[in-house]
């Protein structure tokens, strides 16, 4: 069982739509990041958080501790946020606050 | 701020050839730098750490005489890909710290074709 778990796997919405991505994770954390990586492979870090909640324009990323699950909204979608996204922990079975371990990502398409 | 510079985007050669990637810190001291490779629809998945001035930490699984890492400088590491061959094309891609603490800064990959 992969230590971290995203859903859906794969999310098309229609623009405009509210949109939500979850991330559960089974180990212990010093933190969780939010990635987005578009079409050609280049990967933007949206978020890094160990408690409560962040919001940046659009996207808001809260985190739950105790029940060791996360969750990144994007409000008012667009195709243009259509990627894929990556939830990414620190902390894990890799033994070092910065290694990071992946869940498989989130394939999201934002249609007109 | 905090960019990340990857060099070449794209390299198609043939079987044997070696490949260099190199990885660069354009505005921030790297305290360490991370290479990744991804295979088509999977996740990432971490090679090796790389701290300036000390040998890397290879993940488990991953040949350290295949995949060379050298961390010359605060801002530069780069990834040397001998002797390759088809299984080796995949889609490489480094990041860098500046501070645990803080988020890892990806470069924007590079696609290797070995034909």
């Known amino acids: 069982k992969n230590e971290v778990e995203q859903s859906p796997q794969n999310l098309t919405a229609q623009e405009g739509e509210f949109i939500t991505i979850n991330c559960s994770y089974s180990?212990?954390?010093?933190?969780l990041h939010w990635l987005q990586q578009h079409p050609g492979g280049g990967i933007v870090s949206l978020f890094m958080?160990?408690?409560g909640k962040k919001k940046h324009g659009r996207l808001i990323a809260t985190i739950n501790i105790q029940e060791k699950h996360s969750s990144l909204h994007i409000t008012a979608s667009h195709p243009r946020d259509s990627a894929v996204y990556i939830c990414?922990?620190?902390?894990?079975?890799?033994?070092?606050?910065?290694?990071?371990?992946f869940g498989k990502g989130t394939l999201l398409t934002v249609n007109p | 701020g905090a960019v990340v510079s990857q060099h070449p985007s794209w390299v198609i050669c043939k079987s044997g050839t070696s490949v260099k990637i190199e990885c660069r810190s354009l505005?921030?001291?790297?305290?360490?730098m991370f290479w990744y490779r991804q295979f088509p629809k999977q996740s990432l998945m971490l090679m090796a750490t790389?701290?300036?001035?000390?040998?890397?930490?290879?993940e488990q699984g991953v040949e350290k005489d295949k995949f060379l890492i050298n961390h010359a400088s605060l801002t530069l590491s780069t990834l040397t890909v001998t002797s390759a061959h088809p299984e080796d094309s995949s889609f490489y891609i480094c990041?860098?710290?500046?501070?645990?603490?803080?988020?890892?800064?990806f470069g924007d990959g590079t696609r290797l074709s070995i034909l």
């Open positions: 990041s860098a710290i500046r501070d645990p603490n803080q988020p890892q800064h």
């Open positions: 180990v212990g954390i010093s933190a």
């Open positions: 958080l160990s408690s």
């Open positions: 990414a922990v620190n902390g894990g079975s890799g033994g070092s606050n910065y290694k990071l371990t």
């Open positions: 505005d921030f001291q790297a305290t360490t």
């Open positions: 790389s701290n300036e001035g000390s040998k890397a930490t290879y």
